[in-house]
């Protein structure tokens, strides 16, 4: 089975910094898509970066564009967003998901893409 575990949210003021990780098991190749969702009280569920399993190629919301940093380290399993100049609206739980069966629109940041989910990670930005 695949699974996703989230770790590194936290309580982090304005404009700081925060290294989330999504360790992922069951899997034996970097071929699958990954990408990170937040959701906050009341809102949508959002897409805020994927990179590709194959060609590392990376993609971000608008609005985290220039301050969050999406990476793999394959030796780990294991999947970083950097999130830098951080803002009281990054508030929200945030999920890793994987694409694993071979979708072609995973850039496009579309949750319907994803096909596996962790369990998210709290991230509070608050003065």
């Known amino acids: 089975q695949v699974q996703l575990v989230e770790s590194g949210g936290g309580w982090v003021q304005p404009g700081g910094s925060l290294r989330l990780s999504c360790a992922v098991s069951?899997?034996?190749?970097?071929?699958?898509?990954i990408g990170w969702f937040r959701q906050a009280p009341g809102k949508e569920r959002e897409g805020v970066s994927c990179i590709g399993g194959s060609d590392d190629s990376q993609y971000y919301a608008h609005s985290v564009k220039g301050r969050f940093t999406i990476s793999k380290d394959n030796a780990r399993n294991t999947v970083y967003l950097q999130m830098n100049n951080l803002k009281p609206e990054d508030s929200a739980i945030y999920y890793c998901?994987?694409?694993?069966?071979?979708?072609?629109?995973?850039?496009?940041?579309?949750?319907?893409?994803?096909?596996?989910w962790g369990q998210g990670t709290q991230v509070t930005v608050s003065s």
């Open positions: 998901a994987m694409d694993v069966t071979g979708g072609v629109s995973w850039y496009l940041l579309s949750s319907d893409e994803f096909d596996v």
């Open positions: 069951g899997v034996t190749n970097d071929y699958y898509a």
